[in-house]
């Protein structure tokens, strides 16, 4: 047998990938096996395979049950935030006798599912790429504390509404539109924080 490289020469082994016969000169010894200089040169230069870590796609399935996306991808403080704003959302479905705020609270329940979805995706594909996302995705400090508040602020309406000093239904009939303006302030007071 002769090599496939050098025709007059003949050959003294096989690449163990591409299965060509090679002669002395063209023999690249690795570890006791023999490869030749293309197949070894494309093993060098190939990215890594990451052998494990989040799947992007299992990451999204699972961020439809509130919270369990974020446990995935090892966010344990988001996980209890999805899970809170769920359990909110879902009580004032179940307590309110308004249509209109069934309305807008459904819709915005199916938005949140999907919204969990989504992040748990993109969280997986960025600690799969190498990147570690902050916990919260936040990045001033000062974002940190408005979620505890918004919790204590719903937790005393909840409570109020118990013990009859409130009336829930008239309260969201009347003042719904102050979530909408809330949230376009957080997101704006956001934005100007991040340029500055």
């Not at 060509?20 to 010894?29: F, G, I, M, Q, S």
């Not at 799947?55 to 974020?70: C, N, Q, R, T």
């Not at 995705?137 to 509404?161: D, M, V």
């Amino acid at each position: 047998m002769k090599c496939a490289v050098h025709p007059e020469v003949d050959a003294t082994g096989y690449c163990r990938n591409c299965g060509k016969a090679l002669c002395p000169v063209c023999t690249r010894n690795v570890q006791g096996m023999v490869y030749c200089e293309p197949c070894l040169g494309a093993m060098l230069t190939q990215q890594p395979v990451p052998m494990s870590g989040p799947k992007p796609g299992l990451a999204a399935f699972l961020g439809m049950v509130p919270g369990l996306g974020a446990v995935y991808n090892a966010q344990y403080v988001k996980a209890i935030v999805h899970v809170a704003i769920f359990a909110i959302v879902v009580t004032i479905l179940s307590v309110s006798n308004s249509t209109a705020v069934q309305t807008f609270f459904g819709i915005g329940l199916g938005a949140f599912i999907v919204y969990m979805m989504v992040d748990a995706h993109r969280v997986a594909s960025l600690r799969l790429s190498g990147q570690v996302p902050a916990d919260m995705g936040y990045t001033s400090p000062g974002a940190k504390t408005i979620g505890p508040f918004i919790l204590i602020a719903i937790g005393l309406i909840f409570l109020l509404n118990n013990f009859g000093w409130l009336n829930f239904d008239r309260l969201i009939d009347m003042w719904w539109p102050l979530i909408l303006i809330a949230v376009g302030g957080l997101l704006l007071w956001r934005h100007m924080s991040e340029r500055s």
